[in-house]
């Protein structure tokens, strides 16, 4: 794997830091638990971490609110655990990503501070100022993802502010030349300490329509996602000029030796839109992150036509990216597969075998389903500023189950964890290391496979036929993989060779003579031949 493609050949594996391993007792995950657990991730065979915020933030959307872009939460622990934390990955191979959030910043960040003061103030271009519209109101329709409208009256200055999140989130004004100085400066901060790279929070949103237009309505074609609110993203994101910011962040992280890589949260529901934060392949994005797959049904139909549009679309140089959770949309156990064990072992072999690089989230490993929390009482501001409990995300960022002892190896026993466990007798990784049958066994295999089979890495794509709910593709002339996402048994013609891994261990070196039989929810990685 060479240094500069290892983000193509490899696996990524996104944590959220609060929760995957608390090193001090306090109920909350940190960096130096991080380093803890490295051998979990080297057994793995992870190439990158992803970790979600890592920045000092008052925590109103979980780090998501930065208020100093170069310095660590002191919950998380500091600079220097940092620093160690890159370094010990570092020994193992793995690099690690953090998440940077150049939307908007918290509202107690220094540059706000400063704007609010006055229309003089020498931060105030840092943010985007508008006076009331025509009728006394917010300047116009934008809504902000989090609900209402994305304006917000600020009384001693007389004008609005945009906030596309929470009020305590002030989007920054990408037009202003310093803004995109400073964050230049914050990209080489990091990158200079041997961060290997970031993923880019609403990447695609930074930039707005310079007028101010208003979005036009919601139509009944739009993506279910769009369809939540009334009004499509038009002016408020999306903005062509979105690209000369990518591109700059492109040239910075291409600076360095080995090249740093930016993996944006691209939040476009189709493939048209998405394919242009790749640049012409090589000079905006390594990586955009394709939510129309994330949201998809776990459907043959569905995913395989993503996939087919995916491939005759990407750009030349670029390189799909595929994940089914995250902090935001869920866990994949529950949200595709209705927490249905055995559908889940599939949709961990159909990432690890599609042509692109696979991101894992921390607890994917071992099927991990999501736990039910209230969202009246969510720790996360969107269930409760929406009051819609399908916004709840508390139940995708619960503590990771490393045994069933009290305090599931996250912890201590006497400390309560920041969100609740789920079912730590069920699911922990202590468990499933010594079952060869675990889903966290058959994680690690296709990992170690995809590391040894470079047709698994590089080997195009090329869809086989097959019956109604179910999908088969091969990668390189060597290896199928051919998943039954029906109800029913389903029977596959036209492949010839042994079991490689199946999603039911049992059938590892099966001969296929010509045809694969799989029940409802199986997989198989099949050799050719
Ligand atoms: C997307 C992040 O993934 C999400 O968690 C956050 O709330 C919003 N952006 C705002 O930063």
Redesign the pocket.
């Known amino acids: 794997m060479s240094s500069q493609g290892w983000w193509r050949e490899g696996v990524l594996y996104q944590i959220y830091p609060r929760s995957f391993a608390d090193s001090d007792g306090d109920g909350v995950g940190d960096l130096r638990g991080i380093a803890e657990r490295l051998d979990h991730l080297d057994r793995l065979g992870v190439d990158g971490i992803w970790l979600n915020p890592t920045m000092p933030s008052p925590n109103d ?1 979980w780090g ?1 609110d930065v208020a100093d872009y170069c310095d660590v939460h002191p919950d998380l622990g500091t600079l220097e655990d940092l620093d160690a934390l890159v370094a010990a990955a570092g020994e193992r191979g793995i690099r690690v990503l953090l998440d940077l ?1 150049p ?2 910043t918290s509202s107690e960040h220094a540059w706000f501070v400063d704007a609010v003061s006055g229309r003089d103030a020498e931060f105030r271009d840092y943010y985007v100022w508008a006076d009331p519209g025509p009728d006394g109101g917010p300047p116009n329709n934008w809504e902000s993802n989090f609900g209402g409208s994305a304006w917000q009256w600020h009384e001693p200055t007389g004008q609005y502010y945009l906030n596309n ?1 929470l009020p305590t ?1 002030p989007d920054l004004n990408w037009w202003n030349e310093d803004v995109r100085e400073a964050f230049d400066d914050v990209l080489r901060f990091w990158f200079d300490r041997g961060v290997a790279g970031f993923r880019i ?2 990447c695609h949103a930074i930039v707005k329509d310079s007028e101010l237009r208003d979005d036009p309505a919601v139509t009944p074609e739009d993506h279910p996602e769009v369809r939540r609110r009334t009004v499509k993203q038009v002016f408020s994101m999306n903005r062509p000029e979105v690209h000369d910011v990518l591109r700059r962040w492109r040239a910075v992280a291409d600076g360095y030796d080995p090249r740093a890589i930016l993996v944006g ?1 691209t939040y476009v529901l189709n493939l048209d839109t998405l394919m242009p934060y790749y640049g012409n392949g090589e000079d905006e994005l390594n990586l955009a992150f394709n939510f129309l797959f994330v949201h998809a049904d776990f459907d043959a139909d569905e995913m395989r036509t993503i996939v087919a549009g995916v491939e005759e679309k990407l750009p030349r140089g670029a390189w799909p990216v595929y994940t089914g959770s995250n ?2 949309a869920g866990r994949l156990t529950t949200r595709w597969c209705g927490d249905d064990p055995r559908r889940a072992r599939a949709a961990l072999l159909m990432l690890l075998t599609l042509r692109g690089t696979p991101v894992l989230y921390y607890g994917d490993e071992l099927g991990l389903p999501e736990v039910p929390t209230d969202w009246r009482t969510a720790l996360d501001p ?1 269930a409760r500023r929406t009051g819609d409990p399908s916004r709840n995300r508390d139940p995708c960022r619960t503590p990771m189950p490393w045994s069933a002892e009290p305090g599931g190896g996250f912890t201590t026993a006497e400390a309560t964890p920041w969100l609740p466990f789920g079912d730590l007798a069920a699911h922990n990784v202590a468990d499933q290391a010594a079952d060869p049958a675990s889903t966290l066994l058959l994680t690690r295999d296709l990992i170690a496979l995809r590391r040894r089979e470079p047709a698994l890495r590089t080997g195009a794509y090329a869809e086989l036929d097959a019956p109604a709910g179910a999908w088969a593709w091969r990668r390189g002339d060597e290896l199928a993989t051919a998943l039954n996402l029906s109800d029913a048994a389903v029977e596959l013609g036209g492949i010839t060779g042994t079991v490689e891994i199946g999603t039911d261990r049992g059938r590892d070196g099966e001969a296929v003579p010509g045809s694969l039989a799989l029940g409802p929810g199986e997989g198989a990685l099949v050799r050719l031949g």
């Open positions: 959307d998501y959030v939307n908007h999140f989130q929070d609403v949260e902090h935001d969107v």
